[in-house]
């Protein structure tokens, strides 16, 4: 559990830095867009509905891990009224074979369900895995999606992220 969530704690800024695309930046001078206004509650509940939609994208029989979605600083904005979410999990595919063609398949398909790929191919680790981050300005969520092809259990590591929202007046950010 530590190794995953030390891998995630290295994605998290990468991905965080992805979900800026133009629809989705702001006239100030932080790099988080903005995502609207919304209880930490609700964002995660809207977190956890696009991961079911990615889930869904994915086309082939498997598990997914049971993580929840979490909350964080947005950018230098103030942490008592802003706040990020995100939610990090792992797909493990019924058969490993299964993942033969899936990142190819998310490339064409993410676009027809509103998301832009903003990158594609291999990373830079000795096992060159295969990444792919897309923005969906209209929801105001990123995903980052690495294929873990060599491992000893192939596997997909799926790291869901959103904008920056702002609590309602009179709330305050829910740390989750």
């Known amino acids: 559990m530590k190794t995953r969530l030390g891998a995630f704690a290295f994605f998290l800024p990468f991905t965080l830095m992805t979900v800026t695309g133009c629809a989705m930046s702001n006239a100030e001078n932080d790099d988080v867009p903005l995502a609207g206004t919304r209880t930490s509650k609700a964002a995660a509940d809207e977190a956890e509905r696009v991961s079911s ?3 869904d994208l994915l086309g082939i029989k498997g598990k997914a891990s049971e993580t929840r979605p979490g909350v ?4 230098n904005r103030d ?3 802003h706040f990020q979410i995100f939610h990090p999990w792992t797909f493990y595919p019924a058969s490993p074979e299964a993942l033969g063609d899936v990142m190819e398949h998310l490339k064409a398909e993410l ?4 998301w832009k790929v903003v990158e594609y191919g291999p990373d830079t680790s000795r096992n060159r895995n295969l990444n792919l981050t897309a923005d969906h300005d209209t929801k105001r969520f990123g995903v980052n999606i690495v294929y873990y092809a060599k491992d000893k259990r192939p596997h997909l590591g799926i790291h869901v992220v959103s904008g920056c929202y702002q609590t309602p007046d009179g ?3 829910q740390r989750f």
């Open 53 to 55: 939609e990615i889930y």
């Open 72 to 75: 964080t600083e947005c950018g």
């Open 79 to 81: 942490r008592a009224t």
């Open 111 to 114: 676009p027809k369900h509103g």
């Open 171 to 173: 709330e305050e950010v």
